[in-house]
């Protein structure tokens, strides 16, 4: 596309790099990547220009659920040149949206900061970005190269976007409480899952349960409700294949779920065997069914 027709603009929206109910969350670029081009096809559908645009994507993609609109749109920042910052509050956004907080920034999705000094690397510029503040009053906006750390140009504003599907904000944190007990009933104590998010920390993994952060999910296809869809001869198989896939994997950590539940109530009380536990959501919230 970028040879034949290079006046298009073309996003690239990828699927997890994790196998369904898996326990490891997928990869930091890959999620930012994704949060990224919901916010371009955002932009996109309120611009109102008409002009060629494709969305690159795949069946795996396309099938899982996103968050709504209105929750990523609540979810941005504009930082401007001469505007007002409060550290406090920057640092709660950064927290709160999946960044990563490190010395030195090398990687999308991180941020460090040095007094009054704030590198950003947000995951839709092809550099990081540092800030310069004054109090609140943000002096200077410059991009940087972060192998030498060299200013490579001045911006006049940027916009901080989410890096992650979900957010650790206190709403968030209690319709993830209120959910996963009206999901599966009284929390142990020693459910680390349910401790970490409780208390506002990432856990691996954690991602397979985003429908309990949101108040409800949607398909990717809401962010360009007037787009073409095309597919070539191989998508609907990969569909069933992909449908059977999370089926199978739903079973497996279901069983191996009321195992461990069985076990439990034989030897009474046993912490090894609640911590371990995995209870998974079912697929249609995770996942588009054949009805959608």
Same mark, same amino acid.
């Given at each position: 596309?970028?040879?034949?027709?290079?006046?298009?603009?073309?996003?690239?929206?990828?699927?997890?790099?994790?196998?369904?109910?898996?326990? +490891?969350?997928?990869?930091?670029?890959?999620?930012?990547?994704?949060?990224?081009?919901?916010?371009?096809?955002?932009? *996109?559908? %309120?611009?109102?220009?008409?002009?060629?645009?494709?969305?690159?994507?795949? $069946?795996?993609?396309?099938?899982?659920?996103?968050?709504?609109?209105? /929750?990523?749109? !609540?979810?941005?920042? $504009?930082? =401007?040149?001469?505007?007002?910052?409060?550290?406090?509050?920057?640092?709660?956004?950064?927290?709160?949206? #999946?960044?990563?907080?490190?010395?030195?920034?090398?990687?999308? #999705?991180?941020?460090?900061?040095? #007094?009054?000094?704030?590198?950003?690397?947000?995951?839709?510029?092809?550099?990081?970005?540092?800030?310069?503040?004054?109090?609140?009053?943000?002096?200077?906006?410059? /991009?940087?190269?972060?192998? /030498?750390?060299?200013?490579?140009?001045?911006?006049?504003?940027?916009? &901080?976007?989410?890096?992650?599907?979900?957010?650790?904000?206190?709403?968030?944190?209690?319709?993830?409480?209120?959910?996963? =007990?009206?999901?599966?009933? +009284?929390? /142990?104590?020693?459910?680390? &899952?349910?401790?970490?998010?409780?208390?506002?920390?990432?856990?691996?993994?954690?991602?397979? *349960?985003?429908?309990?952060?949101?108040?409800?999910? $949607?398909?990717?296809?809401?962010?360009? !409700? @007037?787009?073409?869809?095309?597919?070539?001869?191989?998508?609907?198989? %990969?569909?069933?294949? =992909?449908?059977?896939?999370?089926?199978?994997?739903?079973? %497996?950590? +279901?069983?191996?779920?009321? @195992?461990?539940?069985?076990?439990?109530?034989?030897? #009474?009380?046993? $912490?090894? &065997?609640?911590? +371990? %536990?995995?209870?998974?959501?079912?697929?249609?919230?995770?996942?588009?069914?054949?009805?959608?």
């Amino acid at each position: 596309l970028a040879f034949f027709a290079p006046d298009v603009d073309v996003l690239v929206f990828p699927a997890w790099d994790c196998l369904p109910y898996d326990r +490891v969350s997928p990869h930091a670029d890959i999620v930012a990547q994704r949060v990224a081009a919901l916010s371009v096809m955002l932009e *996109w559908a %309120a611009d109102g220009l008409f002009k060629p645009r494709i969305v690159l994507t795949s $069946v795996n993609a396309v099938m899982q659920r996103v968050m709504p609109p209105d /929750s990523l749109v !609540a979810a941005q920042l $504009v930082a =401007r040149k001469g505007g007002t910052l409060s550290l406090t509050d920057l640092q709660r956004f950064l927290a709160n949206n #999946g960044y990563l907080r490190t010395d030195t920034v090398r990687e999308a #999705g991180e941020f460090a900061i040095r #007094g009054d000094i704030v590198d950003i690397f947000l995951p839709m510029y092809d550099m990081p970005v540092r800030m310069d503040l004054f109090g609140d009053e943000i002096e200077s906006i410059r /991009s940087f190269d972060p192998s /030498s750390q060299m200013t490579t140009g001045i911006l006049d504003r940027f916009e &901080l976007r989410p890096v992650t599907e979900f957010f650790l904000d206190d709403a968030a944190v209690a319709r993830f409480r209120s959910g996963y =007990r009206d999901a599966f009933g +009284v929390t /142990s104590s020693s459910n680390p &899952l349910y401790q970490a998010v409780s208390e506002g920390r990432r856990h691996a993994g954690m991602e397979h *349960w985003i429908p309990l952060f949101h108040d409800k999910m $949607v398909s990717v296809f809401e962010y360009s !409700a @007037a787009s073409v869809i095309t597919y070539d001869g191989q998508a609907e198989a %990969a569909r069933q294949e =992909r449908l059977v896939q999370i089926l199978d994997f739903y079973k %497996a950590r +279901v069983t191996l779920d009321d @195992a461990l539940k069985a076990r439990s109530k034989k030897k #009474g009380t046993d $912490v090894s &065997l609640t911590g +371990v %536990a995995y209870h998974p959501l079912p697929p249609d919230r995770l996942y588009i069914q054949d009805e959608e």
